[in-house]
Nanobody
Framework: QVQLVESGGGLVQAGGSLRLSCVAS????????MGWYRQAPGKQRELVAT???????NYADSVKGRFTISRDNAKNAVSLQMNSLKPEDTAVYYC?????????WGQGTQVTVSS
């Protein structure tokens, strides 16, 4: 069983920055790929960024150059640094991982970007 807990969301003005964190417990995630997804009101959940166990990152086109995903395997954690935030980045952000073929999601953290 894996538990994922996100933190770091909040309200920020356009152009500002936030750093989201996701800490995993119940399993060692260093062998797992990790991902950040987001879901805006009335929209489907979408991929933001993923990072492999080796640290290779992949980003949605909409966040390339603004967001950076990183991981700290010693802390069982993955982070998402978000810079140059835009109102369209407003969403609930979720981290996920697959462990032993089971997909796990955190409870989400709200990010609101005001114009």
């Amino acid at each position: 069983q894996v538990q994922l807990v996100e933190s770091g969301g909040g309200l920020v003005q356009a152009g500002g920055s936030l750093r989201l964190s996701c800490v995993a417990s119940g399993s060692r995630i260093r062998f797992n790929a990790m991902g950040w997804y987001r879901q805006a009101p009335g929209k489907q959940r979408e991929l933001v960024a993923t990072i492999t166990s080796g640290g290779s990152a992949n980003y949605a086109d909409s966040v390339k150059g603004r967001f950076t995903i990183s991981r700290d395997n010693a802390k069982n954690a993955v982070s998402l640094q978000m810079n140059s935030l835009k109102p369209e980045d407003t969403a609930v952000y979720y981290c996920n991982t697959i462990d032993a073929s089971i997909l796990y999601w955190g409870q989400g953290t709200q990010v609101t970007v005001s114009s």
